[in-house]
């Protein structure tokens, strides 16, 4: 069988210990952190150490045409990890040095395991700071989140890791090691392939080093918490803010469940009878963040908010460790989270909170629901058990229905964590059959033989040759 | 004749007033901005009005095989939209209408042909801007920009054109329409293709409708005059003001030769005796404008300079119109002007400045130098005479020497202007091989019948069936 050639030789080439073959071993490769998605156990995990090996292994791969799964820390939630077709992991986890921090040129080079909050942490010194967070920041890896094109809470004013990557060294699917990109901020030699790579996840090259932009830290911050009522008018000081031309740092909503749910976690005295609160930081040089805060605090308090201001760093930190512990916190409630990332334009989030409450009592199904309001990025948390088949057919259909709201609402179907396994099926309803052909027709061109993460968003074995879509292989249509 | 059936067809589907044929109307259409570069007649010049007609007319190309030009203004400086092998000019001049202005979400829809200072006069009555301004922003449309990726004066604070297109339709080789991404800041629904698009140039589609992002405007900005009494200094402290966490909006350079030049054609008092001047402006709210200033104006003189603060709007204005002068002062010393965009890391101006110099005396070539020094992008301005073939060859020796220090220095061939057909045979010292190879496979995909700009840095008709270079087309090597 080509899969036991192919890992002989692998063995070959890397070594015996960078080649795990065990099945207590390819278990753990088997899934990530998205719940609800099919996946299989690989034939092997690999981990090579450096660029050369990488290249070693694909060249391996595409020789016996095996499947290589590219994966950081698994903590993706698209299924964008998960293999599906046997074949290799590839980990990239031993990779995971800072190769350079240049803070005169407000630049860092990574390789692709290094985890997001170790950067930062290394980046505290030369006050300098990465700023696209992810909620996984401790253990997501920046190969991760370049792959995956990571948000987070500081997008609405920071934006996302798309924002900041401006090199890649890659490894594509023949082996070839290409360098894209560079230090400067402004470079247009030829296509911009590094934004292409950016939010590819893993189906066009196996990214081995990474150069990001760097910003220098805010002098001065301020964090505060707006206790609503109603969740309509949360929704409408979101859009407000904006209009008093004020961009903070993070503008967090979380509902009544979600509230209720992380008090009873954490017992930091959240106010458990609101109807939603709103988490706002604005940060920058202190007379900035001053006449924020006063304008925030006004705006705030007209749509109804009892508003309190973060005395210190301590109450700082409680506030958002609150937020942090959302998502963790719902996931105690029921055995399955299925967490959604549902994005609309921020003047249409009013009418996406009021719609995804009224899903939830359609179908019967609990939604906690929180999320970067201020980008229109929320995350509806539907709260169940896999082992009921029944409600997990309630919840696949409240989960079509919040797609299909967020697309009416001119909004995407995800906002940050990909396509992935989880909403293949739905890709067409945003970006039509012309869309989707384009995307397979730049797979096909990088990959021909279909050998990087296949199985996923973007899977060019139903085209033919001139890229076209075979016969009776159709997409689901819109 | 193909063309002459093709043009036919072209005046059968959109009228006879949309199609230009007189000579003198395809003279005008045979050569842009770009100095320098061969160019030829086209057999007709389209003039489409909105999508459904640019469809039709790629359709029709297609058909016959007619290469495509696309083209704005014109006022690009790499040649991109001259044509090479005939065919037609696609003139989008006539889709300018600004589509929608949507202050809350901060976005804007526009068509191509929509003038860049038409859009911010449009928006000034929201209070919001679209910040990339390339030079030729008064004349230059959208759809170039995008096209061309432009850059400008504010990239070192604000960005560049990609850093603001979060939505194409696009009009692509085999006449399909695509819309790709949309209105919200954070979309991850397969791949980022509307970056791809950014700065293709016109090789992969025809773009007929861009959403941009907009941002409120600034509520104060203080700009400053330093002069320096040597070239060094001034470029150590372009660093330095980044190294004291202060990111000015524009932070400029213009170098003696300049200085004198734009003093000669505006007689507006600059210091004609001075070696360098950094033109700079900070902005945002008054009291991060009010410390910035201090700042600056600390570090400036430490470095030497004597710092003088614009006193008021009209001197402010006298001082950027000063600036903007400088390519068109400049362009009056002598019949050809041949205009560079080399740009290297922050930390390396000083060293890329000092280049220059030493390239202009060792060539004997009059180099004035200007540009944003502050995200470390010159504009060496080589003044010549295209009918003096000695000198032109020096000029050539020169540039390619240019080219090599700022790849040396960690930099790129163009940080705003393109490849096109200007820096087409640079590209590969740059990009290996392999990245060349890369670019020439998405664009066969995309464009298989290569009718879209072909001859430009990307030109698929030399390579096979399967993407790979044919026998005997080697490229310019490293």
Known sequence: MAASQ????FIKALGKEKVL???????????????????ALPEAVVMPENTAEVAQVIKIAGRYRVPVY????GTNLSGGTVPVRGGIVLSLLKMNKILEIDADNLIAVVQPGVVN???????????????PDPGSAATATM???????????????????????????????????VRLGGKTVKNVAGYDLVKLFVGSEGTL?????????LLPVPESRCSMLAVFADLEAAGNAVSDIIRHKVIPATLEILDKVTIRTVEDYLHIGLPVEAEAILLVETDGIKEVVEKEKEVLRRVLEKH????????????RDQLWAGRRAALPALARVKPTTVLEDATVPRSQVTRMLAAIREIGQKYNVLIGNFGHAGDGNLHPTILTDARNEEEMERVHRAVEEIF?????????????HGIGLAKKRFLPWQVGPEGLALMKKIKRALDPLNILNPGKFVDSADLDENGEKREGEGETGR
Do not use: M
């Open 143 to 177: 190969g991760g989140n370049v792959a995956e094109c990571s948000g987070g809470l500081r997008g609405l004013k920071y934006g996302v890791t798309k924002d900041y990557v401006q090199g890649l060294e890659v490894v594509l699917a023949d082996g070839t090691v």
């Open 117 to 131: 909050q170790a950067l930062n942490d290394a980046l505290a010194p030369y006050g300098v700071f990465y700023p």
């Open 70 to 73: 590219p994966r950081g820390a």
């Open 404 to 416: 299909k709201k967020a697309l009416e609402l001119g909004g995407t179907l995800s906002g940050e």
């Open 304 to 315: 109804g908010a009892l508003v309190r201001i973060a005395a210190g760093e301590q109450e």
């Open 205 to 213: 090259g196996i990214i081995t080093e990474i150069t990001v932009r």
């Open 6 to 9: 192919a890992i002989a030789e």
């Open 21 to 39: 073959t065990d099945r207590e071993d390819l278990l753990c490769y088997s899934y990530d952190a998205t719940p609800d998605v099919p996946g």
